[in-house]
């Protein structure tokens, strides 16, 4: 199964959301992250809300399942991923989502995987998690250990989407520029440079060390070493022309001084 589709079968279940917003929020970090299936639990009101706080994720609120008890909301799924901030024995062989994420990809592939988040003020109780059959928490640091809820299905989210490999970065549109055509930059700068007086020619090499320094931070392609290539011409033709500029506009000068003023 391609894991675009995997995605299709991973539920996340809000065990008695207490506030509207928190399950619109939820619903817009589900469709950030490719999930589209959604199961509350005995919610305890969704008002409006829900439905401003979705924003354009309205139709993953609009199609989602309510159910009257956990065991319902997840009777359909193989692996149960249950989360939890609190510590205690039955909780020592929690993982993050980093961790967890490849596991429910794998189980997707055969079934239905849930997601289950608990109230936003006492989380899952122990009957809750007894039903999962992992359990999971999310690396805070210990001095405050609770997250919003629609933040904890994000990053829960967020890691599933990139064990998934489905994200392409954005690629350059040009090619990366080859050695050549570096060199032949740096060369017109080194004229350029030194015609501007920037440099003395007994420094010209090692105030090119410099400049390679800094331009060498980042990748060079080509269309960045034809603008910078067109720096160079552009200031190379203005100093050239400075000089003759300057003369045109003192040659102006005496001929208006000899032209007498119109009465």
């Known amino acids: 199964m391609e894991s675009e589709s995997l995605l299709t079968n991973i539920r ?19 469709a950030n992250m490719g999930l589209s299936d959604l199961t509350l639990v005995n919610p305890k009101q969704i008002r409006d809300e829900a439905r401003w706080m979705a924003c354009h994720a309205s139709d993953i609120l609009e199609n989602r399942t309510v159910c009257g008890s956990l065991a319902e909301a997840v009777g ?13 024995l039955y909780r020592r062989h929690a993982l993050s989502p980093r961790e ?19 109230r936003e003020d006492s989380g899952l109780n122990n009957e809750e998690l007894a039903l999962c059959t992992q359990i999971v928490r999310i690396p805070t640091t210990t001095a405050y250990r609770s ?16 064990a998934a490999d489905l994200y392409e970065p954005p690629r ?16 017109l700068w080194r004229a350029m440079l030194l015609n501007v007086g920037f440099m003395e020619p007994e ?47 003192l040659e102006t000068e005496r001929n208006n001084e000899r032209i007498p003023a119109q009465p």
């Open 100 to 118: 967890w994420a490849p596991r429910a990809l794998q189980s997707a592939q055969t079934g239905k995987v849930a997601l289950v988040f608990g």
């Open 76 to 88: 359909d799924c193989g692996a149960v991923m249950g989360t939890s901030a609190r510590d205690g």
């Open 172 to 187: 350059e549109k040009s090619e990366e520029a080859p050695a050549a055509l570096r060199e032949r930059m740096v060369a």
């Open 147 to 162: 997250l919003n809820l629609a933040q904890a299905v994000m990053v829960f989210c967020y890691e599933i989407f990139v």
């Open 203 to 249: 420094k010209a090499d090692h105030m090119m060390f410099g400049l390679r320094r800094i331009f060498s931070r980042g990748a060079w392609t080509e269309d960045d070493v034809s603008i910078l290539m067109g720096v160079a011409r552009q200031v190379e033709w203005a100093v050239e022309n400075r000089g003759e500029e300057t003369l045109t506009k």
């Open 12 to 30: 996340v279940v809000l065990v008695e959301p207490l506030y509207s917003g928190n399950i619109g929020s939820v619903c817009r970090a589900m």
